[in-house]
C-alpha cells in the first residue's frame, strides 16, 4: 500500500511503475501457490518493461500474457479441486460468464483492434485479449467476489490502456488504469495466499 502512494505522489523516479508488484512477487513465492506467485513475477516483469526506462510495449504484453497464462492454471487447477469435491455451478452462473467473456472478445476486436494501424501490433493486441478473457472467465468461475473482482479490475485496467492508446484518450486515464491494476494484483494475492493457507 505504501509503494502504491509512493506511485501517485509527485516524486519523480523512473522505476515507481514495477515497485509494487515487484514486492508481491519477492513475497509470493514464500506466501502464494506457485502459479500466482510466477503470474506475480510475470506481471513485475510486465511493470518493468512498460516503465519510462524501457517502455517496450510488446514485451510488457508478452509477459502480463504469460501472467495470465499462470494465473489461468491456477484457476483450472483450482476448478478441478471443487469438481472433485463435488461443487456444482448452475447453468444460469455458466452462461452469465460466458456472456461476459464474449462481450470482452467482441470489444476488443471490434473496438479496439480496428483502430490498430500495425499488424503485428493488432495480433499482439488481439491475441492479449483473449488469454485476458479466458483468465477472467476462469476467475469467474471460481464464484469467489475476491477471484471476480480481481479479474475484472484487471480487464478494466488493460481495456482503457488499450483504448486509449489506439482508440483515443480517456480523460484520467492513468489515475483509473494504475488504480485498478494495483487493487486487483493486491485482490489477487491476498485471496491466493488463503488458498495456499487450506493446504
Not at 506475480?40 to 510488446?58: H, I, P
Not at 483473449?130 to 473482482?149: E, F, H, N
Not at 492508446?165 to 485482490?187: D, K, N
Request: proline share 4%; net charge positive; charged share 15%.
Amino acid at each position: 500500500v505504501l509503494l502504491v502512494m509512493f506511485y501517485f505522489s509527485p516524486a519523480k523516479m523512473d522505476f515507481k511503475l514495477p515497485l509494487p508488484e515487484s514486492l508481491f512477487a519477492a513475497a509470493g513465492f514464500l506466501v502464494l501457490p506457485l502459479p500466482m506467485a510466477l503470474a506475480a513475477l510475470f506481471s513485475a516483469l510486465g511493470d518493468w518493461c512498460g516503465s519510462a526506462t524501457f517502455e517496450n510495449f510488446y514485451l510488457q504484453i508478452a509477459f502480463f500474457a504469460v501472467a495470465h497464462l499462470c494465473m489461468i492454471w491456477f484457476f483450472l487447477s483450482l476448478g478441478l479441486k471443487h469438481k472433485k469435491k463435488g461443487a456444482r455451478r448452475s447453468a444460469t452462473y455458466t452462461a452469465m460468464t460466458f456472456a461476459v467473456a464474449i462481450a470482452l472478445i467482441y470489444s476488443v476486436s471490434n473496438i479496439i483492434v480496428p483502430d490498430v494501424n500495425n499488424v503485428v501490433t493488432s495480433r499482439f493486441v488481439l491475441m492479449y485479449g483473449c488469454i485476458i478473457t479466458i483468465m477472467a472467465w476462469s476467475a469467474l468461475m471460481q464464484r469467489d467476489w475476491l477471484y471476480g473482482a480481481a479479474a475484472l479490475l484487471f480487464v478494466v485496467s488493460d481495456w482503457i490502456i488499450a483504448y486509449s492508446r489506439f482508440v483515443e484518450h480517456v480523460p484520467h486515464a492513468g489515475l483509473i488504469i494504475m488504480s485498478t491494476y494495483y487493487v486487483a494484483q493486491l485482490l489477487f494475492f491476498l485471496r491466493s495466499a488463503r488458498e495456499r493457507e487450506k493446504n
